[in-house]
């Protein structure tokens, strides 16, 4: 069974940074793509960006380029999300997700439970 743990969300300053990590187990992730949503109150989850897991190829939404970055180390079957510049419009719940497909928005079939991201101005 696929799971999910997202870590590395806190309080933060409009400019800072933070990185969160989603670690996975449960299985291999080969031809697995794994992504980042993200959720504020009041609205609806939204994609933030993607990383396939075998290829290392990206796709980004485009308020995401240039600021955030994914990574993932296939060793330690873990996924980064690394955030600079932070805004406080980027205060959310973020989750880790992952499909067994090699796509990247939409279709995900296993999430994390999320991490909070504060961003003060």
């Known amino acids: 069974q696929v799971q999910l743990v997202e870590s590395g969300g806190g309080l933060v300053q409009a400019g800072g940074s933070l990185r969160l990590s989603c670690a996975a187990s449960g299985r291999s992730f080969t031809n697995y793509t794994m992504g980042w949503y993200r959720q504020a109150p009041g609205k609806e989850r939204e994609f933030v960006l993607a990383?396939?897991?075998?290829?290392?190829?990206?796709y980004y939404a485009d308020f995401a380029k240039g600021r955030f970055t994914i990574s993932r180390d296939t060793a330690k079957n873990t996924v980064y999300l690394q955030m600079n510049a932070l805004k406080p419009e980027d205060t959310a719940v973020y989750y880790c997700?992952?499909?067994?497909?090699?796509?990247?928005?939409?279709?995900?079939?296993?999430w994390g439970q999320g991490t909070q991201v504060t961003v003060s101005s």
């Open positions: 990383i396939s897991w075998s290829g290392g190829s990206t």
């Open positions: 997700a992952a499909k067994h497909r090699l796509s990247y928005e939409g279709g995900y079939e296993h």
